[in-house]
T-cell receptor, first 114, second 114 residues
Framework: DGGITQSPKYLFRKEGQNVTLSCEQNLNHDAMYWYRQDPGQGLRLIYYSQIVNDFQKGDIAEGYSVSREKKESFPLTVTSAQKNPTAFYLC?????????????FGSGTRLTVV | GDSVTQMEGPVTLSEEAFLTINCTYTATGYPSLFWYVQYPGEGLQLLLKATKADDKGSNKGFEATYRKETTSFHLEKGSVQVSDSAVYFC?????????????FGKGITLSVRP
């Protein structure tokens, strides 16, 4: 079955370390997105990519970086510059920019700074 | 800019009660409208959608009608079950191309007690 796989499901990071969250999709979707979810704050867009080798900052990109070297993969790196990285991270993909299409989401990665 | 407003939560209902979750939107055009559901510890799943005025989306006993005159897309279910306990997000999407992204409401938590 097609879908989005996020790994790992739980991740622990020491302060000052960079960590990379994986997101892989086999839906042949062009667009991919990263969101951060904190309790009571809904979803906030970190980065998005409409095509390979191109990506744009979302609303809260500071302290994060991404790459899009393959259509299937959109990894997110949480750098040591991110002041409060403990959160639930969601990856999503979409067929393209057409408004009738929704997103398909992965099952998320919960990152905790220890 | 475009925005989605959901009613304040949380909402607690008894099993078999009628559910209404309000959603209104502001958009410079004619968006597609979506409801997503997030079960505890998981990613978001598309529940239903409507792509033009007067369309009704339905799935798993949930329904929502795209009301252009009131800019609303309220979610309803005639008889909720304990398994419907989750967070519900209303969203819109406009246009095409790189700037066409989903805009989410803040989400509302529904708890259904036996």
């Amino acid at each position: 079955d097609g879908g989005i796989t996020q790994s790992p499901k739980y991740l622990f990071r020491k302060e000052g370390q960079n960590v990379t969250l994986s997101c892989e999709q086999n839906l042949n979707h062009d667009a991919m997105y990263w969101y951060r979810q904190d309790p009571g704050q809904g979803l906030r867009l970190i980065y998005y990519s409409q095509i390979v080798n191109d990506f744009q900052k979302g609303d809260i990109a500071e302290g994060y970086s991404v790459s899009r070297e393959k259509k299937e993969s959109f990894p997110l790196t949480v750098t040591s510059a991110q002041k409060n990285p403990t959160a639930f991270y969601l990856c999503a993909s979409s067929i393209g920019g057409g408004s009738i299409y929704g997103y398909t989401f992965g099952s998320g990665t919960r990152l905790t700074v220890v | 800019g475009d925005s989605v407003t959901q009613m304040e939560g949380p909402v607690t209902l008894s099993e078999e009660a009628f559910l209404t979750i309000n959603c209104t939107y502001t958009a410079t055009g004619y968006p597609s409208l979506f409801w997503y559901v997030q079960y505890p510890g998981e990613g978001l799943q598309l529940l239903l959608k409507a792509t033009k005025a007067d369309d009704k989306g339905s799935n798993k006993g949930f329904e929502a009608t795209y009301r252009k005159e009131t800019t609303s897309f309220h979610l309803e279910k005639g008889s909720v079950q304990v398994s419907d306990s989750a967070v519900y997000f209303c969203a819109l999407r406009l246009g095409a191309g790189a700037n066409s992204k989903l805009t989410f409401g803040k989400g509302i938590t529904l708890s259904v007690r036996p």
